[in-house]
């Protein structure tokens, strides 16, 4: 087994026992691995060394992810100019699961997120329906049309399809698992216009 396939297997235990994840999706059967190589940027030290605790839930898949760190294609979506330097060196994620993912599934992309203490992931927003599970850590997220919420480890969050969200850290990171569904699961997120 490897480390990504332990990855896996704790995600796929942490749903089992997490109802808002059950009520948001179902978790396909079928995940056949892609044989996708690692991708190194800066935030794969940085998640690799992580020492933020979880709870008795999801504890488990952070280490897991720890321990697996150098094996994720991690990604960067946003430029420079979109974000800033520091933010881009302070966040990234891989796709465990989905259509381009570690694992293939064409009905859910589950990311593995991470963003440092002290970012501002301004306004953004997706087609996908979406739902932020923090594994450990904690942060401030905004949307239209509802009051801002601090999720902490075990916490969930949806966002509607279109929603504009942002999210701020202060002074800790935040590590999550993002479950995607619905129509434009093969889309990225765009920053709104200024």
Known sequence: MTGLDRVLAAAK????????????????????????????????????????AGTDSTQPLVNAIRAAAQDGYWIRTYTEEEVGAHFRENYGYFELVGPTGHFQSDSLRAYVAYW?????????????????????????????????????????????????????????????LVLWRGAGLAGLPKMDAA
Request: some cysteine.
């Open 13 to 52: 235990s942490l749903f089992a026992a997490h109802p808002d994840m059950q009520a948001f999706v179902d978790w396909p059967d079928d995940t056949p691995s892609t044989g996708k190589m690692m991708r190194h940027i800066p935030a794969t030290d940085i998640v690799a060394a992580f020492d933020r």
């Open 116 to 176: 440092g203490p002290g970012l501002n992931y301004d306004w953004h927003r997706h087609e996908a329906e979406e739902l932020y599970v923090c594994l450990a850590g904690g942060a401030t997220f905004h949307a239209e049309g509802r009051e801002p919420v601090n999720l902490a480890a075990g916490e969930t969050l949806f966002h509607a399809t279109n929603q504009s969200h942002a999210m701020v850290t202060t002074d800790q990171p935040i590590l999550t």
